[in-house]
């Protein structure tokens, strides 16, 4: 059987050229044409040796996904569903703002952990992703858009692991997959423009701290334990006040001096005063005050099982005004690819500073995406 490139991170691909007796250097010029040029035949890597290129081509293949479907919203989000195998199928979202592109990537087909209000949660776990199924979804994506919007620099300029599943239960094959997102090598992002989410596996965020120290950000959800083992049954493991130690502990670590929380609106459930207030309360009894952290509220995606509703806007920004009043710094995340389905777990947020609720939610759709990029994805629709 042959090995698919796409598993390897930089270290791990030297490796791999060395047992084919090729010096480092060799796995430095493979890497950039997998990951900065795209390249999927060895053929088409004109400045490998052709006796290299010999050999790879009897051990080694470069196999990305294949895709089911894509989906492009009218604000310019795509959504792309990636068959991995066995029936099973993960989505990865692109979302394009003014400033930046971000990729929104799964870590698992289905998730273990069960939150009530998430759709993935009640579809159950089927598999962890390999590190060349994640790295995959980001190759795809940005030499897709590289291509249709006939550019040649990086189009994605931030990846949030916010998609299908809990990549800190996917660990041995997530740290990789972040390494070739880091490399100057592969994808060159910084580590402040990586984003881990995670609904709390206290143990892993600790290791993540000294293995590959990204932005964290947490789902949060619920100012107390109560409410939070019901909400995301994984709180009944590592409990908040274990949750918020390991906040602050990765802190030291951090490429950013904030830990993001997230915390899903939902309807007459975690969205009332004292719920902020208590979270205040929370957030202040951590020796660093407020500024440790800021927050991101999530309006509810509803789906049918969940029994769940959304939070009125008003609710949304009262909470906010709560928050921020404190010294929280508070963003409304923007629904965005509503139309498609693909509003659950973005990072795109509206600004709640510190002195006075700026929230914009009803921001003009169309100043939202790029020009540009809407322009092309409706050439690539037509
Ligand atoms: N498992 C990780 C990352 C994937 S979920 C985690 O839980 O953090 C990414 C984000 O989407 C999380 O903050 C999650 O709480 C949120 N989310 C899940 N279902 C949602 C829904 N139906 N509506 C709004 N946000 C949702
Ligand atoms: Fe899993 Fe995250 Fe969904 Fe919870 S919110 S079920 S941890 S994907």
Same mark, same amino acid.
């Given at each position: 059987m042959t090995v698919n490139l796409l598993e390897h991170d930089l270290e791990s691909l030297a490796v791999f050229c060395q047992q084919l007796g090729e010096k480092r250097f060799r796995a430095v010029q493979l890497f950039r044409w997998i990951?900065?040029?795209?390249?999927?035949?060895?053929?088409?890597?004109?400045?490998?040796a052709k006796s290299l290129r010999g050999k790879l081509t009897g051990v080694a293949h470069i196999s990305p996904l294949d895709v089911i479907s894509q989906h492009i919203s009218a604000d310019g989000t795509i959504k792309w569903l990636f068959d991995v195998g066995g029936g099973n199928a993960v989505e990865t979202v692109f979302i394009p703002e003014d400033d930046r592109g971000t990729l929104c990537v799964s870590s698992q087909a289905g998730c273990a952990v069960g939150c009530r209000f998430c759709s993935t949660g009640h579809q159950g776990f089927s598999r962890n992703l390999t590190t060349g199924e994640i790295v995959a979804q980001l190759w795809y994506a940005e030499h897709f858009l590289r291509k249709h919007l006939k550019q040649e620099e990086r189009v994605i300029s931030n990846v949030v692991?916010?998609?299908? +599943?809990?990549p800190l239960q996917n660990y041995t094959a997530l740290v990789p997959a972040l390494r070739v997102m880091l490399d100057d090598h592969g994808y060159g992002l910084s580590r402040r423009r990586v984003t881990v989410s995670t609904s709390g596996v206290v143990p892993m965020i600790d290791r993540l701290a000294l293995d590959c120290p990204v932005a964290l950000a947490v789902?949060?959800?619920?100012?107390?334990d109560v409410l939070r083992d019901k909400l995301v049954p994984l709180n009944m493991k590592y409990p908040l006040h274990e949750l918020l130690d390991a906040c602050t502990r990765y802190l030291v670590h951090a490429p950013r001096d904030f830990i993001t929380f997230e915390y899903c609106m939902l309807d007459g459930v975690n969205d009332r005063d004292e719920h902020a207030q208590e979270l205040v309360q929370l957030v202040r009894?951590?020796?660093? +005050?407020?500024?440790w952290c800021k927050f991101n509220l999530i309006p509810f995606n509803p789906f049918p099982a969940s029994g769940l509703k959304r939070s009125t806007q008003e609710r949304v920004l009262k909470f906010a005004k709560i928050l921020s009043d404190s010294g929280i710094t508070t963003t409304v995340r923007k629904t965005r690819g509503d139309d498609i389905d693909?509003?659950?777990?973005?990072l795109a947020g509206d600004v709640v500073d510190r002195t006075q609720v700026m929230v914009r939610m009803a921001r003009r759709r169309d100043s939202v995406a790029t020009p540009a990029v809407n322009q092309s994805i409706a050439k690539v629709e037509q």
């Amino acid at each position: 059987m042959t090995v698919n490139l796409l598993e390897h991170d930089l270290e791990s691909l030297a490796v791999f050229c060395q047992q084919l007796g090729e010096k480092r250097f060799r796995a430095v010029q493979l890497f950039r044409w997998i990951h900065q040029k795209g390249a999927q035949q060895f053929d088409d890597m004109s400045d490998l040796a052709k006796s290299l290129r010999g050999k790879l081509t009897g051990v080694a293949h470069i196999s990305p996904l294949d895709v089911i479907s894509q989906h492009i919203s009218a604000d310019g989000t795509i959504k792309w569903l990636f068959d991995v195998g066995g029936g099973n199928a993960v989505e990865t979202v692109f979302i394009p703002e003014d400033d930046r592109g971000t990729l929104c990537v799964s870590s698992q087909a289905g998730c273990a952990v069960g939150c009530r209000f998430c759709s993935t949660g009640h579809q159950g776990f089927s598999r962890n992703l390999t590190t060349g199924e994640i790295v995959a979804q980001l190759w795809y994506a940005e030499h897709f858009l590289r291509k249709h919007l006939k550019q040649e620099e990086r189009v994605i300029s931030n990846v949030v692991m916010m998609g299908m +599943g809990e990549p800190l239960q996917n660990y041995t094959a997530l740290v990789p997959a972040l390494r070739v997102m880091l490399d100057d090598h592969g994808y060159g992002l910084s580590r402040r423009r990586v984003t881990v989410s995670t609904s709390g596996v206290v143990p892993m965020i600790d290791r993540l701290a000294l293995d590959c120290p990204v932005a964290l950000a947490v789902s949060l959800h619920a100012p107390n334990d109560v409410l939070r083992d019901k909400l995301v049954p994984l709180n009944m493991k590592y409990p908040l006040h274990e949750l918020l130690d390991a906040c602050t502990r990765y802190l030291v670590h951090a490429p950013r001096d904030f830990i993001t929380f997230e915390y899903c609106m939902l309807d007459g459930v975690n969205d009332r005063d004292e719920h902020a207030q208590e979270l205040v309360q929370l957030v202040r009894s951590r020796s660093q +005050g407020a500024a440790w952290c800021k927050f991101n509220l999530i309006p509810f995606n509803p789906f049918p099982a969940s029994g769940l509703k959304r939070s009125t806007q008003e609710r949304v920004l009262k909470f906010a005004k709560i928050l921020s009043d404190s010294g929280i710094t508070t963003t409304v995340r923007k629904t965005r690819g509503d139309d498609i389905d693909a509003a659950c777990g973005q990072l795109a947020g509206d600004v709640v500073d510190r002195t006075q609720v700026m929230v914009r939610m009803a921001r003009r759709r169309d100043s939202v995406a790029t020009p540009a990029v809407n322009q092309s994805i409706a050439k690539v629709e037509q």
